[in-house]
């Protein structure tokens, strides 16, 4: 055991435990659970078998997290990309008219594409093509984004005709069963308490029995068939105008959430040393695979998830992680009245607390030095307002570039960046 788990998982009995590892991928997977009832809910509005994309979802979630543990040996989840799938059904779908499945084939096309660009080590040219300032400030604009996320969950902050946001209705079960948890989770956190992230999600839902919002319907179920999705491609359209823009939109948006989730990750988690960031490429593999996969059996693109902050934020430095996350995903699919039952709430306040560690690394941000600090700033209120990693990384990086070329900066600005920000206005021109 000693010799195999530091092979196959990269595991450092000197920097963890196998305890905390289970905690941490445990964790990170009832947080990111929600995606199991989620995504069949979005992708079945365009016709899709619900019963068979629940059990596609949590094939793909498992198979792609596992290349993550066995691969790319870091600690991080992945499953069907929130935002992607609703682009793939509201946008590719039901507004531009097409089916699901040409839509599962510009997919699959831009797995191909993301696995080509993975190999040539493009995507991680482009992360070390991003000022430091700005890579920091992409895991302080995530931060506030799952914190977002969790309010809205929760309840806490709901839809405002006039002002977008505002306050929800504190004094109702569903509300107050967040804040029970919410400081039953903080109270653990300061106490130091192991795995305070996963108790906290325990304390809340057995908390929500009695509100009547934890409903527990058996244990056990059998896997519904994937076959009414699987391999369903639409060959005829692949060379039409309308598919090369759905590609290229999905390999923009699938490229940046991606790119700016890992990297806040592997800051959050500690494995940046002198600006080093390790097993890029790996960890981009399993989300270009998985994509590809995901594919074929019949689901929108594979992202890594912020969500994973919450077993990075307890300890997981490993593959053994992401292994037991991927164990969790398959087991989901034999006991999905369990997991389901877990009700929104119990997650919201972890999503909120993984908000607060993840924007830590704003400390890190010369805030004294405007020329770095504004564009960072640009970029982490881009993210939670726009609802977009991708748009947050878009923003912030022009806003350096312009900054410092007026400022006369001109040494600070390397030819990647003036590249990439070409790219860039090129998109929002297209957009």
């Given at each position: 055991?000693?010799?195999?788990?530091?092979?196959?998982?990269?595991?450092?009995?000197a920097?963890?435990?196998?305890?905390?590892?289970?905690?941490?991928?445990?964790?990170?997977f009832?947080?990111?659970?929600?995606?199991?009832?989620?995504?069949?809910?979005?992708?079945?509005?365009?016709?899709?078998?619900?019963?068979?994309?629940?059990?596609?979802?949590a094939?793909?979630?498992?198979?792609?997290t596992?290349i993550?543990?066995?691969?790319?040996?870091?600690?991080?989840?992945?499953?069907?990309?929130?935002?992607?799938?609703?682009?793939?059904?509201?946008?590719?779908?039901?507004?531009?008219?097409?089916?699901?499945?040409?839509?599962?084939?510009?997919?699959?096309?831009?797995?191909?594409?993301f696995?080509?660009?993975?190999?040539?080590?493009?995507?991680?040219?482009?992360?070390?093509?991003?000022?430091?300032?700005?890579?920091?400030?992409?895991?302080?604009?995530?931060?506030?984004?799952?914190?977002?996320?969790?309010?809205?969950?929760?309840g806490?902050?709901?839809?405002?005709?006039?002002?977008?946001?505002?306050?929800?209705?504190?004094?109702?079960?569903?509300?107050?069963?967040?804040?029970v948890?919410?400081?039953?989770?903080?109270?653990?956190?300061?106490?130091?308490?192991?795995?305070a992230?996963?108790?906290?999600?325990?304390?809340?839902?057995?908390?929500?029995?009695?509100f009547?919002?934890?409903?527990?319907?058996?244990?056990?179920?059998?896997?519904?068939?994937?076959?009414?999705?699987?391999?369903?491609?639409?060959?005829?359209?692949?060379?039409?105008?309308?598919?090369?823009?759905?590609?290229?939109?999905?390999?923009?948006?699938?490229?940046?959430?991606?790119?700016?989730?890992?990297?806040?990750?592997?800051?959050?988690?500690?494995?940046?040393?002198?600006?080093?960031?390790?097993?890029?490429?790996?960890?981009?593999?399993?989300?270009?695979?998985?994509?590809?996969?995901?594919?074929?059996?019949?689901?929108?693109?594979?992202?890594?998830?912020?969500?994973?902050?919450?077993?990075?934020?307890?300890?997981?430095?490993?593959?053994?992680?992401?292994?037991?996350?991927?164990?969790?995903?398959?087991?989901?699919?034999?006991?999905?009245?369990?997991?389901?039952?877990?009700?929104?709430?119990?997650?919201?306040?972890?999503l909120?607390?993984?908000?607060?560690?993840?924007?830590s690394?704003?400390?890190?941000?010369?805030?004294?030095?405007?020329?770095?600090?504004?564009?960072?700033?640009?970029?982490?209120?881009?993210?939670?307002?726009?609802?977009?990693?991708?748009?947050?990384?878009?923003?912030?990086?022009?806003?350096y570039?312009?900054?410092?070329?007026?400022?006369?900066?001109?040494?600070?600005?390397?030819?990647?960046?003036?590249?990439?920000?070409?790219?860039?206005?090129?998109?929002?021109?297209?957009?």
């Amino acid at each position: 055991m000693n010799q195999l788990l530091p092979k196959y998982f990269g595991f450092d009995p000197a920097t963890t435990t196998i305890r905390t590892e289970i905690i941490a991928g445990v964790s990170t997977f009832l947080t990111m659970a929600y995606i199991l009832a989620v995504n069949p809910a979005i992708l079945g509005i365009t016709g899709m078998d619900k019963g068979a994309l629940f059990a596609t979802t949590a094939i793909t979630s498992g198979i792609a997290t596992l290349i993550m543990a066995l691969y790319a040996k870091m600690p991080f989840g992945l499953a069907p990309g929130m935002g992607i799938n609703a682009f793939f059904a509201y946008t590719v779908c039901l507004s531009m008219g097409h089916t699901w499945q040409f839509a599962l084939t510009a997919v699959l096309l831009e797995g191909l594409i993301f696995i080509l660009l993975t190999v040539t080590n493009v995507r991680e040219k482009i992360v070390y093509s991003l000022p430091p300032s700005i890579q920091k400030a992409i895991g302080v604009g995530i931060g506030l984004f799952i914190a977002f996320i969790g309010l809205q969950n929760a309840g806490i902050s709901v839809k405002n005709d006039a002002t977008l946001v505002a306050l929800g209705q504190i004094f109702q079960p569903s509300v107050l069963l967040v804040i029970v948890g919410l400081i039953s989770t903080a109270v653990l956190l300061v106490k130091n308490i192991p795995g305070a992230l996963l108790i906290g999600i325990a304390i809340t839902t057995i908390c929500g029995i009695p509100f009547g919002l934890t409903h527990l319907d058996g244990f056990v179920s059998t896997p519904p068939s994937v076959e009414p999705i699987f391999m369903k491609f639409e060959w005829h359209n692949i060379f039409t105008v309308d598919m090369v823009m759905v590609v290229f939109s999905f390999l923009f948006m699938d490229l940046f959430d991606t790119l700016g989730t890992l990297v806040s990750l592997l800051y959050k988690g500690g494995f940046v040393k002198d600006g080093k960031m390790p097993r890029m490429k790996e960890s981009f593999f399993a989300d270009a695979v998985g994509t590809t996969i995901g594919a074929c059996m019949g689901t929108s693109a594979i992202s890594t998830y912020v969500e994973s902050a919450a077993g990075v934020s307890v300890g997981g430095k490993s593959g053994l992680t992401a292994f037991v996350i991927a164990v969790c995903f398959f087991l989901s699919l034999f006991f999905a009245p369990l997991f389901l039952s877990i009700p929104a709430q119990a997650t919201a306040p972890v999503l909120i607390l993984v908000g607060f560690l993840m924007i830590s690394c704003i400390k890190e941000i010369d805030l004294d030095d405007y020329a770095e600090a504004i564009p960072a700033f640009i970029c982490i209120i881009t993210i939670p307002l726009t609802y977009s990693i991708a748009n947050g990384i878009v923003f912030g990086l022009l806003s350096y570039v312009l900054i410092n070329l007026i400022s006369g900066k001109f040494k600070k600005i390397r030819i990647e960046m003036y590249l990439l920000s070409v790219f860039f206005i090129v998109m929002l021109l297209l957009h």
